[in-house]
C-alpha cells in the first residue's frame, strides 16, 4: 500500500511562513512526478504547483506564483512546499499527490495522494 504523508500545515498570520513536506514509503518516490493541491471550505480541489522527478522543472498556479516554492529531495523521499506571504485565501486542506514517470511532465493524472493537511491563515 502506497502511502503519502502531508506534515508541516498549522495557523499562521496572514505575511507569514509555512513548509509543507511529503513524505512517502514508495521505493522510487525519485521517478515520481509530485504535485500538491488543496481543496477550501466549500470549494472543489485546485491545483498549487508541482515538480518533475529530478526537480529541475516545476509549475505553480497563478495565485500562488511568485510567493511559493516546491523543492524535493530524492534522497530523503520529500517533496517540499515553502509557503510565504500566505494570504487569508490560502486557508484549505493541502494534499500532495504523486504520478509515474511516464505520464509526463506536467501531468493532470495522478495515481497516489496523501490524506492531507490544514492550512489556516489568520487576518
Known amino acids: 500500500q502506497v502511502q503519502l504523508v502531508e506534515s508541516g500545515g498549522g495557523m499562521v498570520q496572514a505575511g507569514g511562513s509555512l513548509q509543507l513536506a511529503c513524505t512517502t514509503s514508495?521505493?522510487?518516490?525519485?521517478?515520481?512526478?509530485v504535485g500538491w493541491f488543496r481543496q477550501a471550505p466549500g470549494k472543489g480541489r485546485e491545483f498549487v504547483a508541482t515538480?518533475?522527478?529530478?526537480?529541475?522543472?516545476?509549475s505553480y498556479a497563478d495565485s500562488v506564483k511568485g510567493r511559493w516554492t516546491i523543492s524535493r529531495d530524492n534522497a530523503k523521499n520529500t517533496v517540499y512546499l515553502q509557503m510565504n506571504s500566505l494570504k487569508p485565501e490560502d486557508t484549505a486542506v493541502y494534499y500532495c499527490?504523486?504520478?509515474?514517470?511516464?505520464?509526463?511532465?506536467?501531468?493532470?493524472?495522478?495515481?497516489?495522494w496523501g490524506q492531507g493537511t490544514q492550512v489556516t491563515v489568520s487576518s
Open positions: 499527490a504523486a504520478s509515474v514517470l511516464r505520464r509526463g511532465f506536467p501531468t493532470t493524472e495522478y495515481d497516489y
Open positions: 514508495i521505493r522510487t518516490f525519485s521517478t515520481y512526478t
Open positions: 515538480i518533475n522527478w529530478s526537480g529541475d522543472m516545476t
